[in-house]
């Protein structure tokens, strides 16, 4: 992913008002992220603990999306699986991420959700940048190009959910 700006992303959401976007808390580290090792940036609002962002390049333009999740607590030895990266995460490290559609069927209230590692880590733990807990990735017989590309499907194939 290339570097983008703070005006980059409030320009790009698809499923939020220009005055929403406006509004939203915006990384502010964003020289210090790690660009090309990044398939999206994904972050929490530090302001409202139940929302994050995710903000990604999709045929040559900025798609960015808010996501809702709730507060619950799993117990340590219940494991999820992240349907983007495929990583497992104990507890509350895989979070159901609910989105409002974008347009119309978002203003009727549609919406659609993905399970995502809470943390939004996704590119990392596909290209072993950062590790899972002990038994977080399988061993895989896709190489690590090949990992990247179906993760990036997968996310893609959400935002195009949202986006219909």
């Not at 490290?93 to 559609?101: D, F, P, Y």
């Not at 399988?138 to 179906?150: A, D, N, T």
Request: proline share 5%.
């Amino acid at each position: 992913m290339k570097a983008v700006t703070e005006q980059d992303i409030r320009a790009s959401f698809i499923n939020c008002s220009k005055g929403e976007a406006k509004r939203l808390a915006v990384p502010r580290d964003l020289a210090e992220q790690p660009w090309d090792d990044l398939d999206f940036l994904g972050w929490r609002d530090p302001s409202a603990p139940d929302r994050t962002y995710i903000v990604t390049e999709r045929d040559g333009r900025l798609v960015g999306v808010a996501l809702r999740f709730p507060a619950q607590q799993r117990g340590f030895l219940h494991r999820s699986m992240c349907s983007l990266c495929l990583t497992t995460h104990p507890g509350n490290g895989v979070s159901l991420m609910t989105a409002r559609k974008a347009g119309q069927a978002g203003r009727q209230g549609n919406s659609a959700g993905a399970y995502i590692c809470t943390d939004l880590a996704c590119s990392l733990y596909v290209r072993g940048k950062k590790s899972p807990e002990p038994g977080g990735r399988f061993k895989e017989s896709l190489s690590v190009e090949e990992q990247i590309e179906r993760t990036r499907g997968k996310l893609h194939a959400f935002l195009d959910q949202l986006a219909a």
